[in-house]
């Protein structure tokens, strides 16, 4: 037989075998596709179906009762108790913030040493200055003499530009004390000198009297008198 001849009788047979096993191959597909069809929602029910009617009703919620455990009593202990420790630790946590700020912000030590200044008074003789640091600032402490008291209570006061009596500025009459820093642009005047016997700013030329007041000069108020007490006899704490 020839070539020719077995090509003819092989594309003669072919057609009729494609169309033979074509239905088998589609009868097999449509088996498969309903097979999983069939299965794959089987085992399924919406937790939202209720009844017969195939109706879903979301506002049914599904039942979760198997997942509960039996001893709700002991979670709501646990519960309580976890609530109860971290509001404890958040407590001292917020305590212990406060109380590192307040340390943070308090005076250091060397700073509360310079805010009380204890000084003896029995090493200051009668008519003397003596000039003491309080704060960063010079403090003028007087030890007055009688015509030196007499001349500042005799004063008359009422017309000064800063009106102020001498009992005012003073706990003792014989005793002064006054911060040393000019009220003009904060100099520091110089003692027992100026018109008035007392402290003369050669800066802008303030002058003050035997009290630390004001008398004459660009200087608008008297000389400040610190907060200072006397807790004893000879004794001056400043501060």
Excluded at 178 to 186: D, I, K, S
Excluded at 213 to 237: C, M, Q, T
């Amino acid at each position: 037989m020839s070539v020719s001849r077995i090509s003819t009788a092989v594309a003669r047979s072919s057609p009729r075998s494609l169309r033979a096993a074509a239905p088998l191959a589609v009868s097999t597909q449509q088996q498969r596709s309903m097979a999983d069809a069939s299965t794959s929602h089987a085992g399924f029910t919406s937790p939202f179906h209720r009844g017969t009617g195939n109706a879903r009703d979301t506002t049914v919620m599904p039942n979760w009762g198997k997942y509960k455990t039996g001893k709700e009593t002991s979670n709501k202990v646990f519960q309580y108790f976890m609530v109860g420790t971290m509001g404890g630790l958040s407590a001292l946590g917020a305590k212990n913030t406060v109380q590192d700020f307040l340390v943070n912000m308090s005076a250091s030590a060397d700073v509360l040493a310079q805010a009380k200044v204890e000084v003896d008074l029995a090493t200051i003789p009668e008519g003397k200055n003596v000039i003491i640091k309080w704060r960063g600032k010079p403090v003028f402490i007087r030890h007055r003499t009688a015509d030196e008291i007499k001349e500042a209570e005799d004063t008359k006061w009422e017309s000064l530009r800063d009106p102020q009596p001498d009992t005012e500025r003073v706990q003792k009459p014989e005793w002064l004390i006054m911060v040393g820093v000019c009220t003009h642009l904060g100099c520091v005047p110089i003692g027992e000198a100026g018109d008035f016997g007392g402290w003369f700013c050669p800066c802008h030329g303030s002058h003050y009297d035997i009290s630390g007041r004001i008398r004459k000069g660009p200087a608008p108020l008297n000389l400040e008198i610190p907060a200072y007490d006397f807790p004893e006899e000879g004794a001056l704490v400043i501060g």
